[in-house]
Structure formats: C-alpha cells, structure tokens
C-alpha cells in the first residue's frame, strides 16, 4: 500500500496533509485529507477521528471550513477526511449528474446493483481499507472514533453501529437518521441496493439502533457512545434528516445517544463549526 | 443608506450575515459580509474589526476558513468582510483576466487612471463608504480596528497609516509590505495610478510607515499599534512581500510594530486560522 502526498499545510503547530492512492476496493484513485496534530511529530502514537462528509463534499470542506485543528491539536487527535464517493471519467454518475447520486454521493454502503456496484463500495473503504492505509502511513494508533455530517452523520452511525468493536465513540451533525423513510436515502438505497427495502435497513441509523441491544444475542455487545447535534433551523430536518427516529430508537432500545437540538442554527458548515469543539472533547474522554 | 440581507447563519451564539448594496463611490452593485456576537442581539453597541481579503478573494474567504467567530463572540467584536474589487459585467478586468489585477484585485487605493478611475476606488469605499454603512444598520459603535492578508494586508496597514484617528489597532498576516518594490505591488500601483512612482508611495506601508514619525510635524499623531504575523514557509516572502521592508521601517521610525515570523507556515487560511485567536485578542486589548 502506497499513497502519494500531494499537499501540506501547517497548521496549530501540526500538519494538513492530502494523499492520493489508488483504492483497491473502489477500483480507482482516491484523495484523503489528514490532520496530524503536533504530538506526531515526537513519534507519539495518536488515535484517530474519522470525518464523513455530507453530499456534494470532496475531502476539503471539513479540514477548510470546520475549525476543528485548534482542538485536535490541543487533544493529539488526527483527523482523517474520505472523499464522499469514488472518483473519475470511467465511474458512473446521476443520469442527470444530481447532487444527490452517484458522484459526491456514495452514501458509505456497498453497492450491489448495476453499474453501481463495481466502484460503490464506500463502506468497505471506510471501514477497512482507508484505516488500514492510514495506520500503515501514519504515526496513529489503532483507537478510532467516527463523526460526520449529514449524508456522513449517516455514514457514521451506521458504520459505528454495525463495528462497534473498531470505534470507540460516535457523533453526528445533522444526519440522514432514517434513511428507508426519506427522499435522499429512498433514492439512493434504491439506486444502490435494489427494491428489495429489506436490505436497506443494514444501512439505516434508526433500525440498527433499534436492534441494537433488544434484538441482539447474548451477551450484548459493547454499545459505542453517540452525540448527535442536529440545528433547530435546519431546511432539510422534517423531510430529509428526521432526528425523532433515532430519539426514538434510543428510547427504545435504551442507547446511549445524546441529541442535542441547537435552536436557530442550520445546515452549514457555520453549524458544525460552532460545535465541533464539543464533539471532539465527547471523542477524547472516550479515546483515552 | 441601504442594503438588502442575502444570507443570514447562526454562529457561535451570534450571526454570519451578507449584505448586497449599491456602492455610491465604486459605481456598482457590492456584497459584504458581517458577523454579528450575540452580545449584539441585546442592543449592546459592539466595536468592528475591518477584515481586507487577498487576491482572488470574495467577502466569503475569511467568513468560511478562518475560524475567528468563535472568539469574536467570546469578545464582543462585530468583523466586516468586504469584496477585494469594483464587481459587475460593466467593470474592467486585467486583459488577460490575470488573478493579480483588476477584478479580485482592487488593491485597496483609489485608482486614477482610465479606465480604473470610474470604479477602482476601493480606498474610499473601505475608509469612508463602509464603516458609514455598518454603523448606520448594526448595532456596533464607531471602534474600529482593521487587518487582512497579503493584498488586504497591505490595505490594512496603509488604511491604518493613513488615518490614525479612524483605528484603534492594526494587524496583518503575510502582507505586500512594500509594494513600490514587488512584482504585485508595481503592476498594479502602475496601472491604476500611472508611470509616476512618486504616486505610489502614499499606498506603501513601509513608506509610509518609515515617515510616520520622522517625517510629520509636530505634535507627532497617535500612531496605531501595529502586528504582523509572516509564515516562514511563505512561497511569496521573498519576492513579493518583504517583510523585512516593513521592520527596517519601523525600526527606522520607532513605530509600534510587532511583526513575528512563524516557523513553517505557509501562505493559506491555515496559517491565518492558526493565529487569528492572537489578532483578535490584539485587538480587543486596543479597543478597550
């Protein structure tokens, strides 16, 4: 595994990085963006929060628009940005190139439709192989906490859920919370996983914490912390986000989630940025 | 006086906000941008740092990269954004729309020459037609202090020269310190303000900061304390901002200039976002 680094910037006495590599799970070349704080540059071994972008989002917006470096570095936690899809000329997009499928919108399942599903596979370079060659690459622990915002809120529930044993905590801004029951998620588990609405709920934040302890074999596993903020002002929050499902599924299967509801803010980056602070002392007290 | 709001988010408790309004002084349509501390929703009269952006820059840059409406909203300092030119399909542009001139590059001076003497009064418009404006529709009082980076550097720094009285404080990151010597700095002080260099020197910092003391009559003016912060790692010190201009000239003239070199930084928004938190509490000791 090798990555070519394609850009570095100082920053609070550490280093944003950008990485290009080809991702064999994706069949394509793929671009990551990493925070390493000041500790790594003394060998120290730091853990790692994984960021999901929300749609339309390449791995910049997070590292360029969050303000979240002061902190990391303050903590010693490093910050690794995914793109939010496969990339290039030869992988399928929209047919009306929307922003909402297909290219900037890889939704983190794996895909098992046509034409989909040969470069779709977004789970499987979150979960496994973007760890893989970041831990390889990187003066970083293997102790990883998960966050994102929107279409990556979504991804981060879900792939926290479904891993519990690889993630020591969660959060989310603003996330898709029930994707079965809303357009975005209706249009892209279809695309990507067919009608067959049963294979959709693996991929649904709500469902899966529902399941999670009552449904679930004994022993019952270890339940990873989650925060949620989600903004009062958010245009997308009733017909797209729905943040009453997953309260709900944590009332009743006894998750342990905080949501928090933020009165007045929205959907931006404005948003994130005002309490990015909070989410990474929440991961920090959980890393240690 | 007005001005039409075009997007309002809430952060940190207060409020980013842009304004479209016709500009008397520059002939046309400008957008800028405000953050508002929520010490401002009580009524409270809130001092304004000025913010000059960089080549290429809009009023969004800052607003979306730097991080500094966190501490704003800790102080209590309201920051104007305004755009980097004249804008509008009538302006005139660099003829081969080069970054470093023309649209995106007003330079901050008062252009005297065709076809740029119609529009390219950024000068007037920052000291006089803006601060007009914001004090006339928010509630801030008439404290100001200014800053920006490299271009917008320069423009604070000659801004602040040039009206003692107007500015409590004065900071820059990576400015065009000198730009009677620079490539930037002779392209454009030549274009819009003709062969006679003797012209350009009244939009020099080093210039004019060499003469601040020396060269005035008695009783020798407040002159406003200055800082600047240059990255080490800077691509465009050497040969464009010359740091080292703005110090000789300070030591020369005993000015109240702190200018700090940092070790490896570049000459992006995370250098800028590294030490805003230093400008801003700079600032707020000089607004008191």
Chains 1, 2 share one sequence.
């Not at 590599?21 to 925070?35: D, K, N, P, T």
């Not at 779709?120 to 994102?148: N, T, W």
Request: net charge negative.
């Amino acid at each position: 595994m090798n990555a070519v680094n394609i850009s570095s910037n100082k920053s609070f006495g550490g280093w944003n990085k950008q990485y290009s590599h080809f991702s064999e799970v994706l069949g394509c070349q793929m671009r990551f963006a990493i925070y390493l704080p000041p500790q790594t540059s003394t060998g120290e071994k730091v853990p790692v929060l994984y960021w999901l972008s929300g749609l339309t989002c390449t791995d910049e917006n997070f590292m360029h628009k969050a303000g979240a470096q002061r902190v990391a570095a303050e903590l010693g936690i490093a910050i690794v940005a995914p793109d939010t899809s496969p990339r290039g000329e030869e992988i399928p997009d929209d047919a009306e190139a929307a922003y909402d499928f297909g290219l900037g919108a890889g939704f983190y399942v794996n895909a098992t439709q046509a034409p989909w599903s040969k470069h779709y596979q977004m789970y499987d370079y979150v979960v496994k192989e973007l760890p893989e060659l970041v831990e390889s690459l990187f003066s970083v622990s293997s102790r990883r906490a998960i966050s994102g915002h929107s279409m990556g809120g979504h991804g981060a529930l879900v792939v926290a859920l479904k891993n519990a044993e690889r993630y020591a905590s969660v959060s989310a801004f603003s996330p898709i919370s029930n994707p079965v029951n809303c357009p975005w998620g209706q249009k892209a588990l279809r695309n990507y996983l067919g009608d067959d609405r049963q294979n959709w709920a693996q991929y649904d934040a709500s469902e899966l914490m529902k399941a999670s302890v009552s449904d679930l074999p004994e022993p019952v596993p270890r339940l990873v912390p989650a925060l949620v903020d989600q903004g009062g002002a958010d245009d997308f929050m009733v017909e797209q986000l729905k943040p009453e499902a997953l309260e709900e599924a944590a009332n009743v299967s006894g998750y342990p989630l905080e949501l928090r509801r933020q009165d007045g803010y929205d959907h931006s980056y404005f948003f994130i940025a005002s309490f990015i602070e909070d989410h990474l002392r929440f991961h920090a007290a959980n890393l240690k």
